[in-house]
């Protein structure tokens, strides 16, 4: 039986023990053990919990999303105010331990919402559950960095720190810079756009700390020197993330103010249900989510709430196909589309075209 399950199994023997006289010694001896579990588990490396256990949640739905911030900022609190799942809450710090799944359902969309322990400074270096948090949190399509709205500004910034620290790139876009080890034929560097932070000299030093000397590097954009190593490096995850305060409830209205006015940031109460809405809305928009609506020839489209089918925003007719029907694509001849995407409603369209949120859309088969 591994860690987690023990744990679960004393907290369900805790909550079927009735307190008394006589079960006042058991029942200290099961909390001794919940406790020394729950250390095992918060414990870095080898031990308990280090590869990962309570942190293997399939994924599902639509889109993933991550909740990640430091102890009791009210993570589980929001997921179990938002979902249908119950993640245990309290005024203690790593009350949660695991990777609790919930699901938000929006615009017919089912987007997956994972509840993590708490990290700490130093998580990346494995303080805490931070590693396992960290692994799961780079699997997501949106990180929700979720803060103490009543805490200062710092935690933000230490979050960041260890997320930049492994890697994680939040709101930043993947640098377009073509990169390329090759075999033979040494540095062969190429510009299409003026440079005002790296040159080739710069590059070639670079590379040669990396003992890199044959390769075909391509700027087609000002890129940084940071950038350009994230490129050699080649591990990055480049995250969207909303920087979610919460327990406004706690603060003045001109301090409310201010922190809703940052770039990516959602001012909400979890207590209270302020703004809890308009989040929902914000992580559809920061998923870039569309809803697509399918018509069959002579009937008119379903357009019910749980009709249409959920799509990444960008994408084209092709994916469509794909979503709808395995060998749609090979077959397709031309598509009807209804909607903001075209110029015309309806528009004749071929495979390549982009499709807009509540486009309706018929495909004609060969
Ligand atoms: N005032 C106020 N308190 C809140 C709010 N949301 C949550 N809390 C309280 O904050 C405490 C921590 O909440 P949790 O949901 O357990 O926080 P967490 O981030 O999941 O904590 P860990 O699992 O320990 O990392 C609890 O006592 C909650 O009742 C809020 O909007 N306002
Ligand atoms: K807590
Ligand atoms: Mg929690």
Known sequence: MGIVEKIQEIEREISRTQKNKATEYHLGLLKAKL???RQQLLEPASKGGAKGEGFDVLKSGDARVALVGFPSVGKSTFLSTVTNTESVAANYEFTTLTCIPGVIEYQGANIQLLDLPG???GASQGKGRGRQVIS?????????????ATKGDVQRSLLETELESVGIRLNKPRPNLYFKRKN???????QTTPLTHCNEKMIQTILHEYKIFNAEIVFREDSTVDEFIDVIQGNQVYLKCLYV???????SLEEVDRLARLPHSVVISCEWNLNLDYM?????????LIRVYTKKPGNAPDLGPEDGIILRGGCTVEHCCHALHRTLASQFRYAIVWGTS???SPQRVGIHHVLDHED?????KK
Not at 137 to 143: G, H, N, R, S, V
């Open 136 to 148: 799961v949190a780079k699997t997501a399509d949106l990180i929700l960095m979720m803060l103490d």
């Open 35 to 37: 406790a020394k579990y």
């Open 119 to 121: 990290i700490i400074e």
């Open 184 to 190: 033979t034929g040494g540095i062969k560097f190429t």
């Open 342 to 344: 075209t110029k015309f």
């Open 280 to 288: 929902i809305q914000k992580i559809w928009e920061y998923l870039s």
């Open 360 to 364: 309706v859309i018929q495909i004609v």
């Open 245 to 251: 305060y919460n327990k406004i409830d706690q603060l």
